[in-house]
């Protein structure tokens, strides 16, 4: 299970920090948690993951510099924390954990399985 908070209202140029607490019995199963976001119209992206395994992230070019994806073990929960958020960031943004993995040539797609319920994000003056 995966349960989020810290969405809202937020002018340009300001942060917010969405969090997203995991529990349930396949906790030591995950391999990945990400953040994804769907702006209205359209589709949605991936934003940012961590590998539990390695701490290793990962972020959309459009966030790269702007958004920090952490964790915190004790309390398995992972944190994004967005700076200089721009009227372009409004979107519902859910976490997901992927318990596998694809692998097509050199590219890996996670199979994200469990899904937060979302947690609104509105960037605007």
């Known amino acids: 299970r995966l349960v989020e908070a810290g969405g809202g209202l937020v002018e340009p140029g300001g942060s917010l920090t969405l969090s997203c607490a995991a529990s349930g019995p396949h906790l030591n199963y995950i391999l990945v948690i990400g953040w994804h976001r769907r702006a209205p119209g359209k589709e949605r992206e991936e934003v940012s993951y961590?590998?539990?395994?390695?701490?290793?992230?990962y972020y959309h070019e459009s966030v790269t510099g702007r958004f920090t994806i952490s964790r915190d073990i004790a309390s398995n929960t992972v944190y994004l924390r967005m700076n200089n958020l721009k009227p372009e960031d409004t979107a519902v943004y859910s976490c997901a954990a992927a318990l596998g993995l694809t692998r097509i040539g050199t590219k890996t797609i996670y199979e994200y399985e469990y899904w937060g319920q979302g947690s609104q994000v509105a960037v605007s003056s």
């Open positions: 961590i590998i539990l395994g390695n701490n290793k992230t």
